[in-house]
């Protein structure tokens, strides 16, 4: 009986946190959802009949044409650098990483500097064959085809990234199982490979899609009027946060539509090889032509999508440096790195406890709480900063309120517009990524470790510590590499959310540009990318080591 009391303790002790720790992540969510049941005022009426339609329609078209264009380049670089043998393989197998590195606002920055009409292209074709203004035509890149075409270039890398980790784990035998059946190298492709790769190819779409959809700088700068261009226009040019946490729930109801389509679309159907022998990959030898469209193929996104705008931001950062590089900057960097080491340290210590408390307590209450907690990824940024601000701001109002009328003082702002305001959403929109990166690894640590951690006397929080933490430093590494990676790239969330007077590399990046002052964005800008180079380049080192047999 006491037995069993214990039990029930222990079990609660290690519950009440859990689900505490999930309701908390998920309260921007819930916050926001809530506004869905208030009544609509005459700003919704406005939206509805006339910028509405625009939002649905361009998010769809962008949501499309961003599908054919990463699963092209990703499906497509994947095969060539894991399964074929051509001039520059080795280079570009990490080399198609580094648009990750590239946020897709900085890069239509970039083009919009390079493409438009007073950009050295077109410059070049005016003086080249004498024409003037309005004698020719050049595609525009400011607009929904030019978001498109940006956005491809900039997040293929996740179905890139997680298909090639997909081919390479493959069995070479069923591969070729399929080719003594009288298949094809490309039927095989087609046939046995993309299957078997398909729950990764769509997670990296997925991931893509999601990006698309919450990004807020591209489609600002080029004029395409989407869900977060419309929420922010209604937040902060009509004053209307009600209006604009509604626009967030039709937003929401859009992203989880999604989610439940590419779940429909697998319905029943399950996707895996049941070899379990390896052998190392005997590739394909390409030469001559084909070698050379093979590097062709895997060259052009990486110059398009990386070399190409950090060419156009080292020219502008030379170009302004003497007045940019100032004490001001160094702030900036600063600002930037601190909040970005802080935001990624809390969201994997939070993830080491969440994925932990389920290893002693497998219940559906911890798991439920633990994927309840990783929604935040699916969210967009925009949603995220109104779900935190609205709460945030009711609680300092509603203290400020008391402490006024019980005691004549003040306290201000507490929460909203601190810092606490977006490290907390930050934690919330990146918290995920953490939890995915933890869980990989503590999976793979067998349970009898835990067993003889206990039997030598040492406590749950003792084993974590002495035994499980030094067997997960690279997959701990790994998750506070990500987090810190997309918090230097979050712009909207930061927009929203920061303090009066602070600013970020990402702020400035976008002020400059939004003020038409390309050369003056090119510092931030390129800062952002070479702190964001490193940690991509790290996570592709683990890659090849994946795979079993490989060194067979």
């Not at 003037?132 to 293929?156: K, T």
């Not at 909207?492 to 009066?500: D, V």
Request: aromatic share 12%; hydrophobic share 50%; charged share 10%.
């Amino acid at each position: 009986m006491l037995a069993k009391t214990y039990q029930k303790l222990y079990n609660i002790a290690i519950d009440l946190p859990l689900v505490t720790v999930a309701l908390l992540i998920t309260l921007p969510l819930l916050w926001v959802s809530g506004f869905i049941f208030f009544p609509f005022n005459d700003n919704w009426q406005h939206i509805v009949g006339t910028v509405l339609p625009d939002y649905v329609s361009n998010s769809l078209i962008l949501v499309i044409g961003v599908s054919i264009g990463t699963l092209s380049i990703g499906i497509t670089c994947a095969w060539l650098t894991s399964m074929c043998e051509f001039t520059g393989r080795k280079f570009f197998t990490w080399a198609l990483l580094l648009p990750l590195a590239l946020p897709a606002y900085i890069i239509a920055y970039t083009y919009t500097g390079i493409l438009d009409f007073a950009g050295p292209v077109q410059t070049q074709i005016r003086q080249i064959f004498g024409l003037g203004y309005g004698d020719y035509w050049f595609p525009d890149i400011r607009s929904i085809g030019g978001a498109i075409c940006v956005l491809s270039l900039v997040l293929y890398p996740y179905v890139y990234l997680l298909a090639r980790s997909a081919f390479i784990e493959q069995s070479i035998c069923v591969l070729e199982v399929s080719r003594t059946l009288g298949n094809t190298a490309l039927q095989s492709f087609y046939k046995v490979a993309i299957p078997l790769a398909r729950p990764a190819i769509i997670t990296g779409l997925s991931l893509a899609l999601m990006e698309t959809l919450a990004d807020y700088g591209t489609v600002q700068y080029f004029g395409v009027s989407t869900f977060t261009t419309g929420i922010f226009r209604t937040w902060f040019g009509l004053g209307d946060s009600t209006t604009a946490a509604q626009l967030s729930v039709v937003l929401l109801i859009f992203v989880f539509s999604l989610i439940l389509l590419e779940r429909w679309s697998r319905q029943k159907a399950k996707f895996h090889h049941t070899s379990s022998k390896y052998s190392k990959i005997n590739r394909f030898k390409f030469a001559g032509f084909k070698s050379i469209i093979a590097s062709l193929a895997c060259a052009l996104p990486l110059i398009f999508g990386f070399l190409a705008p950090a060419i156009q931001l080292t020219n502008w950062t030379l170009f302004s440096a003497e007045e940019a590089l100032d004490p001001e900057f160094l702030t900036l960097v600063f600002n930037t790195l601190s909040l970005a080491l802080v935001s990624a340290l809390i969201a994997v210590s939070l993830a080491i406890f969440l994925v932990y408390a389920r290893r002693l307590h497998p219940s559906s209450l911890t798991h439920g709480s633990i994927r309840i907690s990783a929604l935040g990824y699916a969210i967009p940024g925009t949603i995220i900063a109104v779900g935190v601000m609205l709460p945030f701001s009711w609680f300092d109002n509603t203290l400020d309120s008391y402490l006024r009328e019980n005691f004549g003082i003040s306290s201000g702002l507490i929460l909203s517009g601190s810092l606490v305001a977006l490290i907390f959403a930050y934690t919330v929109r990146f918290l995920s990524v953490s939890i995915q990166s933890v869980e990989s690894g503590l999976d793979k640590i067998k349970p009898a470790m835990d067993d003889s951690g206990r039997s030598l006397g040492l406590p749950a929080y003792a084993v974590l510590k002495q035994i499980h933490l030094p067997l997960m430093r690279g997959t701990v590494l790994t998750a506070l590499l990500l987090v810190f990676v997309d918090v230097l790239k979050e712009l909207p969330a930061t927009l929203i959310l920061r303090p009066f007077n602070f600013n970020t590399l990402a702020v400035r990046t976008y002020e400059m540009a939004s003020d038409e002052r390309l050369a003056d964005a090119g510092p931030p800008a390129l800062a952002i990318v070479l702190i964001s180079v490193i940690p991509v380049i790290l996570l592709n080192l683990s890659i090849d080591k994946s795979r079993a047999g490989e060194n067979a």
